[in-house]
């Protein structure tokens, strides 16, 4: 008999973008974001009272996914990769879904994600699933769909 669902009671779905199945579903995520440097910019003849402001590098910050399950092998896999000091950087889809959980409300693209940091490996022995408390990623990018 096939099972159900595994990620019914999970607003955020996380996917690889390179294929179409829900890879872990969390109930909480922070950090979808990002942070602007302004530089101050005066020219030589302009008085020292004046000046404009130029935007300058961004940064993003880390991207936390709290209280989730790990259904696909291809996750543990990464987790896997990221334990062995390889770069395993990949390209991931944050998906929110809607109140009644039946569509897509939005979705974040991170390009070069890699997992920092990985808390609260739990097995279910009822299910053949692995519960995560926090999956914390950094990224070079993220792009709201």
């Given at each position: 008999?096939?099972?159900?669902?595994?990620y019914?009671?999970?607003?955020?779905?996380?996917?690889?973008?390179?294929?179409?199945e829900?890879q872990?579903g969390?109930?909480?995520?922070?950090?979808?974001?990002?942070?602007?440097?302004l530089?101050?910019?005066r020219?030589g003849?302009e008085?020292?009272?004046?000046?404009?402001?130029?935007?300058?590098?961004?940064?993003?910050?880390?991207?936390t996914?709290?209280?989730?399950v790990?259904?696909?092998?291809?996750?543990?896999?990464?987790?896997?990769?990221s334990r062995?000091?390889?770069?395993?950087?990949?390209?991931v889809?944050?998906?929110?879904?809607?109140?009644d959980?039946?569509?897509?409300a939005q979705?974040?693209?991170?390009?070069?994600?890699?997992?920092?940091?990985c808390?609260?490996?739990l097995l279910?022995?009822?299910e053949?699933?692995?519960?995560?408390e926090?999956?914390?990623?950094?990224?070079?990018?993220?792009?709201?769909?």
């Amino acid at each position: 008999m096939p099972r159900e669902i595994p990620y019914r009671q999970f607003n955020f779905l996380l996917q690889f973008a390179s294929e179409s199945e829900t890879q872990a579903g969390f109930q909480e995520c922070s950090g979808l974001g990002l942070e602007t440097g302004l530089a101050e910019y005066r020219n030589g003849n302009e008085p020292p009272e004046r000046g404009s402001k130029i935007t300058g590098t961004y940064k993003v910050p880390d991207v936390t996914l709290k209280r989730g399950v790990i259904g696909e092998a291809s996750l543990s896999s990464w987790l896997a990769e990221s334990r062995g000091g390889t770069n395993a950087q990949r390209e991931v889809v944050i998906v929110l879904r809607s109140e009644d959980r039946t569509q897509t409300a939005q979705t974040w693209t991170l390009s070069g994600a890699r997992i920092v940091k990985c808390t609260g490996d739990l097995l279910n022995s009822k299910e053949a699933q692995v519960a995560l408390e926090e999956l914390v990623l950094k990224c070079e990018r993220i792009e709201q769909g």
